[in-house]
């Protein structure tokens, strides 16, 4: 017994400086401990802050636009030699051929039209008009509808069956603002 208090003072006395070496690790790992135990959770607070002021401040607002599904809509320009008006189809939505509806196009597609008669009668034969655009849209495969080269055999082909539709007046042009292959 005697021996173990001899051990146990020379440690405390030790001139190697041992026992110091023991308090000063117990103190480290305690330190340790509060850097997890204080910082992580802070850190994860900072990028959750960041993200979402990121998300607040660089994100633009969109206003609510007032969407018109089925409604033409007209829009007047003027060119060097006449005047034209546009009748819109919106959101033409079809799956292509050959893709057992995996894939989709979303479309909207203006027709340029001559005078106001044929744009009457393309808002009267409105639900004729989308007939003949998905018909002739879904025969399509897919490797077609994105090769642009083909873009223009597409728009031949919508005039001419959408001319024999129409009565008065004609189509002259056609003009895909909106083309989202999914």
Do not use: C
């Amino acid at each position: 017994m005697a021996k173990k208090t001899e051990d146990a003072k020379m440690k405390n006395n030790d001139p190697a400086g041992n026992a110091g070496q023991e308090v000063s690790s117990k103190e480290s790992a305690f330190s340790m401990k509060k850097m997890i135990i204080f910082i992580v959770p802070i850190f994860i607070i900072q990028v959750v802050l960041i993200y979402f002021l990121i998300g607040k401040f660089l994100s633009q607002p969109q206003s609510p636009q007032p969407v018109h599904v089925n409604e033409p809509q007209q829009i007047e320009t003027v060119d060097t030699l006449q005047d034209f008006s546009v009748y819109v189809v919106n959101d033409i939505v079809i799956n292509p051929a050959g893709t057992n509806a995996t894939r989709f196009l979303l479309t909207t597609i203006g027709f340029e039209v001559t005078s106001e008669d044929t744009k009457e009668e393309l808002t009267r034969k409105d639900v004729q008009l989308r007939d003949i655009l998905n018909t002739i849209l879904t025969s399509k495969r897919l490797e077609e509808l994105v090769n642009v080269d083909q873009r223009a055999l597409l728009r031949e082909e919508i005039i001419a069956e959408v001319n024999a539709l129409i009565r008065s007046g004609s189509i002259n042009q056609v003009y895909f603002s909106k083309f989202i292959i999914q």
